[in-house]
């Protein structure tokens, strides 16, 4: 999904002529893409002089620090709250398997996101 890099923004207004949905809006002299709005087509990527529209893919080291840090907070108060560390390498391994769902389900709506193209 796109974001705005503010530091980038020069507060131009071409993504929000261009965009065919609405979806990016000026707030403050800046661009917001109103995710609920946006359909991912890419114009406000492609029109983005100043390449301030970005892809979210250059925030996965982020989401993944995000991940650790939450999965650390959790495996802390599992054992804070229950008593011991064996319960926090419980909570480790739940974390993992709910990382492993998600991952499941990604590469299932991958396979039939392919399946479309045909």
């Known amino acids: 999904m796109p974001w705005v890099d503010d530091s980038r923004c020069t507060g131009c207004g071409i993504c929000v002529e ?3 949905v609405g979806a990016v ?3 403050n002299s800046k661009v917001e893409i109103k995710m609920e709005n946006c359909i ?3 114009v406000c990527h492609s ?3 100043s390449k301030a529209v970005r892809h979210d893919s250059e925030k996965i ?3 993944v620090r995000i991940n650790v840090e939450i999965t650390k907070g959790f495996m802390e108060d599992c054992a804070k709250y ?3 560390e064996e319960e926090k390498n419980k909570c480790l391994t739940r974390m993992m398997k709910h990382f492993n769902k998600e991952k499941i389900i990604a590469e299932k709506t991958l396979e039939k996101l392919e399946e479309l193209k045909n």
């Open 40 to 42: 991912r087509c890419g």
């Open 47 to 49: 029109v983005c002089a």
């Open 25 to 27: 809006v000026m707030e």
């Open 18 to 20: 261009e965009c065919p």
């Open 61 to 63: 080291p982020e989401s």
């Open 82 to 84: 229950l008593g011991n």
